[in-house]
């Protein structure tokens, strides 16, 4: 595979924040690959504007007009037309199927707002702070049909503050996920480099 680099297709829900870290670490000369697409599911999405910024199509299939097999069927279509090699979740808040995973088998790479095992799931800044933790974070996983699991990739803590509200720390754990996405993509470019 030599310097080549790694061809991403991008799923996201909402505001891109993780995929304009992604884009900015390549413009940055940070990671070594290419964003070809980025599919989003919610037509009010904000991640449209962060993907013309950085002149990365952008392409809507509203999850509402598909079961979860046709959407993913959709998604895998679109990556093969974009010769997308590795699919990174965004902020993508949609469970998959066989139908993505069994396409891109080991290559699908989700991001999820707490310290894996713990917390899987939706809701999970809620969760932690529901449960009382002291310590939450976000963790960066090749993504297995069970939700929420599979190989982990990298992770980042993030003390709970007392006051800490959910938006307050989400905010905090979005910081870390910029940085360890990026980190586990550059991770996944170094191991396919060899």
């Known amino acids: 595979m030599g310097d080549s680099p790694l061809k991403l297709g991008i799923l996201a829900s909402g505001s891109g924040s993780n995929f304009e870290a992604i884009a900015e670490a390549i413009e940055n000369q940070q990671l070594n ?40 069927a959709e998604i895998v279509k679109t990556f093969r037309e974009s010769n997308v090699d590795w699919v990174i979740m965004a902020g993508w808040m949609r469970i998959v199927t066989p139908v993505l995973l069994d396409a891109f088998p080991e290559k699908v790479i989700n991001i999820h707002p707490s310290l894996l095992p713990s917390f899987p799931g939706i809701r999970a800044i809620e969760q932690a702070l529901k449960a009382g933790v002291k310590i939450t974070g976000c963790t960066v996983h090749i993504a297995h049909l069970e939700v929420d699991s599979g190989p982990i990739l990298m992770q980042a803590a993030v003390p709970i503050l007392a006051g800490d509200t959910a938006e307050t720390l989400h905010a905090r754990i979005q910081v870390q996920e910029h940085k360890i996405v990026v980190g586990a993509i550059a991770l996944l470019a170094a191991r396919s480099a060899k």
Request: proline letters at 5%; charged letters at 20%.
């Open 33 to 72: 690959a290419q964003i070809q697409v980025v599919i989003y599911n919610n037509p009010d999405a904000k991640v449209v504007l962060r993907a013309q910024k950085f002149g990365v199509p952008a392409v809507l299939l509203n999850h509402r007009n598909y079961s979860r097999e046709e959407l993913d």
